[in-house]
């Protein structure tokens, strides 16, 4: 149960490693530094596709979690084998940094592939109490 734990929680944390690759490089700038004050305000004035595009992987990102944790607590409630959940969660996590990875650096059509197959696994893991 250790490892699920831990897995769910470096799931919780990848919207804000796609935050930081949107930051990344702007601490120490003299120009176009990073605005804690203003930090929403400073994305949206962004012209750096990378950075758009990271800021959007982030919001993906927030936006995927409820259905992952609501699908792992069902199965775990229902007393799914944690192998299968641990199995399933690492490949979304696998699945969701490739994901990111694309994302960033503007793969498109594999990011919708690698989305549509991290949503696959996420419906096998709600359903994975009925297996056998």
Not at 10 to 23: F, R, T
Not at 43 to 64: G, I, M
Not at 84 to 111: F, Q, S
Request: net charge positive.
């Amino acid at each position: 149960m250790l490892l699920t734990a831990i897995l769910l929680l470096i799931a919780s944390q990848l919207p804000i490693v796609a935050a930081g690759i949107a930051k990344s490089g702007t601490f120490g700038a003299t120009q176009n530094r990073y605005d804690n004050h203003e930090p929403r305000l400073w994305l949206e004035r962004q012209t750096d596709p990378r950075r758009r595009r990271a800021n959007a992987a982030q919001a993906n990102s927030f936006e995927a979690l409820p259905f992952l944790f609501a699908a792992a607590l069902f199965a775990l409630w229902l007393k799914t084998p944690l192998g299968l959940v641990n199995g399933l969660l690492i490949a979304w996590l696998l699945l969701r940094a490739v994901y990111l990875w694309c994302y960033v650096n503007d793969k498109a059509t594999l990011r919708s592939l690698v989305w549509s197959l991290a949503l696959l696994v996420n419906i096998a893991l709600l359903f994975s109490p009925f297996y056998g």
